[in-house]
Structures are given as structure tokens and as C-alpha cells.
T-cell receptor
């Protein structure tokens, strides 16, 4: 079993839809939770990060962490064609594991105009 | 200005050859990483260096040897390339990861990737 599980999709939605992306994990040492966006043939770029449990909102994006269920989510409101990319969840236990990120497999999202 | 840069962007080579990928960051970070992304987009840590010292060395064949001449550079040398080494290799950098319990994680910034194809 992988430490981090993410549905690879692909996920196709119409413009304006609400998108929900999810990851589950097994390592209770994870404290830092991130979502990266990766456009085709580009490097991942950080979209959101959250420390421990809770919600964080940034514009059309909301990240949720539920440590008790070992479950994290990213919501995209009013999705746009420019949101079409692969979304990778990532987690870290911090300095205790050298800061290494453990990634999910990535969900490929396509937003149709 | 590019924050994390890698060269070359594309690398096509024959099995058995030796090749190097270079990475440079101008963000003033002291920790750098190498990740490998396979054909299914799965991204996995290979190595990390903090102030030129090896911190993370995942289960990677010893044909792969990272070298950090200074804090701003982390190169990856691969000997005796195999077909299975074909992937996209990403360099990343961050400030020193903070101790557990501190509030914020240190964001890792990724380079554009080097697409390696072994024939």
C-alpha cells in the first residue's frame, strides 16, 4: 500500500463546475499538507499548503485537512479552462524526515469551455 | 529571473552511457532535492542535500550519484544508463526544513524538469 493514495482520474468537468480532489494517507507523522499544480511539460508549482488539520482558502481554492480520517481535499470553485492540469497532493513530516515530500499519483483535470 | 533551473531540458542517449544533469537555484535556499517522475506522473524523492551535506538518500541504485559543489548547485550523474531510467527528473530547493512542531513548512520550488530518454 502506498503512503499516499490519490485517484489519478482523468477528471473532466464543464467550465464553472466545482471540482473536488482528494487524497488519503497512512502515515500519522505527516503534519504538512500541500497541493501542487503541474501543467503539461512543466515543473510542479505550489498551490496551497496547510499545517495540521483545518481549512485554508485562497481565492477559488480551498484546502481541507482531516487528520483524524487521514484525508485531505482541494476544492476549486468556478473552474476555468486554465485550471486544466495535473494536481498532486504532497505531504511531509517536516525536519524529522529531512523535509522530503511524499506525493500522491496526481489527478489529471480537464475543464472544458 | 528563473528561480530553479535545470540543464539540459531534454536528454536522449543510448543504454550504457554516462550522463549528467545540472541544477542551479538563485533563491538563497540551503536545501536541494532530486525527484524522479515516471510515465504515470508519480513523483518520488531520490536525494536531498542541506548545505552540501547529503540528508536523504532513498533506495536509489548507486549508478546515481548526486554532487553539490555549493549551496546553489546540485548535479546528478548517472552511470551505465538503463531503459528504466527514462523519466523526467526534477530538481527542487527550499530553506532548511524546520523542526517538527513549528508552524510552517518550507515550500519546495521545482525546476522545469529534464526529460531523459534512454534508447
Amino acid at each position: 500500500q502506498k503512503e499516499v493514495e490519490q485517484d489519478p482520474g482523468p477528471l473532466s468537468v464543464p467550465e464553472g463546475a466545482i471540482v473536488s480532489l482528494n487524497c488519503t494517507y497512512s502515515n500519522s507523522a505527516f503534519q504538512y499538507f500541500m497541493w501542487y499544480r503541474q501543467y503539461s511539460r512543466k515543473g510542479p508549482e505550489l498551490l496551497m499548503y496547510t499545517y495540521s488539520s483545518g481549512n485554508k482558502e485562497d481565492g477559488r481554492f480551498t484546502a481541507q485537512v482531516d487528520k483524524s480520517s487521514k484525508y485531505i481535499s482541494l476544492f476549486i470553485r468556478d473552474s476555468q479552462p486554465s485550471d486544466s492540469a495535473t494536481y498532486l497532493c504532497a505531504m511531509s513530516a517536516g525536519a524529522g524526515q529531512g523535509g522530503k515530500l511524499i506525493f500522491g499519483q496526481g489527478t489529471e483535470l480537464s475543464v472544458k469551455p | 529571473d528563473t528561480a530553479v533551473s535545470q540543464t539540459p531540458k531534454y536528454l536522449v542517449t543510448q543504454m550504457g552511457n554516462d550522463k549528467s544533469i545540472k541544477c542551479e537555484q538563485n533563491l538563497g535556499h540551503d536545501t536541494m532535492y532530486w525527484y524522479k517522475q515516471d510515465s504515470k506522473k508519480f513523483l518520488k524523492i531520490m536525494f536531498s542535500y542541506n548545505n552540501k551535506e547529503l540528508i536523504i538518500n532513498e533506495t536509489v541504485p548507486n549508478r546515481f550519484s548526486p554532487k553539490s559543489p555549493d549551496k546553489a548547485h546540485l548535479n546528478l550523474h548517472i552511470n551505465s544508463l538503463e531503459l528504466g531510467d527514462s523519466a523526467v527528473y526534477f530538481c527542487a530547493s527550499s530553506h532548511t526544513p524546520r523542526r517538527e512542531g513549528q508552524v510552517s513548512a518550507d515550500t519546495q520550488y521545482f525546476g522545469p524538469g529534464t526529460r531523459l530518454t534512454v534508447l
